[in-house]
C-alpha cells in the first residue's frame, strides 16, 4: 500500500502575533499531473504540527485505440488533445472547459477579471474586462459579484464540455493523524 507522509510545522517565533485555530494548517490536494488542478477537489486539511498518513488510490480510465478512431459524437468523449476552438487549456479535460465556462460567465456577468484569473481566448479582442475591485460597499463589490458567479449553477448551463476518454480519479483516505 503505497503512503505519503506529511509533515508541517506551525512557526514559533514570538513576533508574530497570535494565530486563530485555522491558521497554521495547509490544504493537501492530489491531482493528474498534466490536468487542470482545482484545490476544492480531494483535499483534506492537516493542522500544524500534525504528522498525517494518507492513502492515495487511484484509478486509471484508459481506452483502446479502436475507440478513439470514433467519431466524438459517436463514443461522447474528447481525449486531451481534441481541443475546441477558442478553448484555453493546451491539455483538454472536462474539468478545464468548465472553468472556462464558468469563467467567461462570471466576467460577462461582473464585468471584471481577477488579478490572478487568465483571459479566455474567447474573450481576448472582445472585451476590455477591467480588473475587479473589491469595496464595502456591496453594490460596488464587483470582485464578489465575481466570485459569486464563479459558483452559480447557470453558469455552466450554456456549456458543452464533453467528458474525458481517459483520465486518472484518485480517492484519498486519512489513515492515521499523529
Known amino acids: 500500500m503505497p503512503k505519503l507522509y506529511l509533515f508541517f510545522y506551525r512557526s514559533l517565533k514570538s513576533h508574530l502575533p497570535t494565530q486563530p485555530k485555522d491558521?497554521?494548517?495547509?490544504?493537501?490536494?492530489?491531482?493528474e499531473w498534466l490536468a487542470y488542478f482545482n484545490v476544492r477537489w480531494n483535499n483534506f486539511?492537516?493542522?500544524?504540527?500534525q504528522e498525517v498518513?494518507?492513502?492515495?488510490?487511484?484509478?486509471d480510465f484508459s481506452s483502446s485505440g479502436s475507440f478513439r478512431e470514433l467519431d466524438v459524437t459517436t463514443r461522447k468523449c474528447r481525449?486531451?488533445?481534441e481541443l475546441n476552438v477558442g478553448e484555453m487549456f493546451r491539455y483538454r479535460t472536462n474539468a478545464?472547459?468548465?472553468?472556462?465556462?464558468?469563467?467567461e460567465f462570471a466576467i460577462m456577468t461582473a464585468g471584471c477579471l481577477p488579478w490572478n484569473y487568465p483571459m479566455p481566448p474567447n474573450l481576448r479582442s472582445a472585451n476590455n474586462a477591467s480588473m475587479c475591485k473589491s469595496s464595502l460597499d456591496s453594490s460596488h463589490n464587483f470582485l464578489a459579484k465575481f466570485e459569486a458567479a464563479m459558483s452559480v449553477p447557470k453558469a455552466t448551463e450554456e456549456c458543452q464540455c464533453d467528458s474525458d476518454c481517459e483520465h486518472v480519479d484518485y480517492t484519498l483516505q486519512v489513515m492515521e493523524v499523529f
Open 53 to 59: 498518513v494518507v492513502k492515495i488510490q487511484p484509478v
Open 45 to 49: 486539511r492537516v493542522a500544524g504540527g
Open 79 to 81: 481525449f486531451h488533445d
Open 96 to 103: 478545464g472547459c468548465t472553468f472556462q465556462c464558468r469563467l
Open 23 to 31: 491558521r497554521g494548517s495547509a490544504l493537501v490536494a492530489i491531482n
